[in-house]
Structures are given as structure tokens and as C-alpha cells.
């Protein structure tokens, strides 16, 4: 994975090049790793932003993206993407009633 800012560039299976922006990184005091959220700006076939995650170690130069694998940090994730998604709306429903 190279990193520029806040996007970065990975290589497919294919070995496609592919460009992807990070939404956020935070580490789980539960799990005790470091993930990182992202997206290729892909739609799914209604409409939505693809969103990944995946496990990552901030340390390294090279930063290697590993899989999620247990259903206990999908859910820590899908918690957090939810609480943004609610905090989301809300500021957005405050900016159309001022």
C-alpha cells in the first residue's frame, strides 16, 4: 500500500491499481489493533459508497492490509460507522432548519 495524504493506492488481484481514500484509522482498546476505514469510491447496485476496513499496523513503513476476521470487530466497526452515519444526519437536518 503506498500512502499519499489521506488517500493511497493498492494492487488488485489482477494487478489493477486502485485508488483509495482513507475515512478514518482508530485503534480498539477491545481487540487491541489499529484499523482503518476506507473507500475506492465504488457504488454497490443501489447506489451506496463501497465502504472496507481492515486491520493495519500504523508502525510500519509498508503498511500491509490485513482481513477482519472475527464477527466481534465487525461489529466494534459497523458501531463506529453507524455513530458517524447518525452524527452525520443530524449535523446535516441542524443545517437545513437554521
Do not use: R
Not at 15 to 33: D, Q, R
Not at 38 to 51: F, H, L
Amino acid at each position: 500500500m503506498e500512502e499519499q495524504n489521506n488517500k493511497f493506492v493498492v494492487i488488485n488481484d489482477e494487478g489493477k491499481e486502485i485508488e483509495c481514500e482513507i475515512l478514518f484509522t482508530f485503534e480498539s482498546e477491545e481487540t487491541k489493533k489499529n484499523y482503518i476505514v476506507y473507500t475506492d469510491n465504488s457504488k454497490d447496485e443501489i447506489g451506496n459508497i463501497k465502504v472496507y476496513a481492515s486491520i493495519y499496523d500504523p508502525s510500519c513503513k509498508t503498511t500491509k492490509l490485513d482481513p477482519i476476521e472475527t464477527e466481534k470487530e465487525w461489529n466494534i466497526i459497523e458501531n463506529i460507522l453507524e455513530t458517524l452515519q447518525d452524527e452525520n444526519k443530524k449535523d446535516k437536518e441542524e443545517g437545513e432548519n437554521e
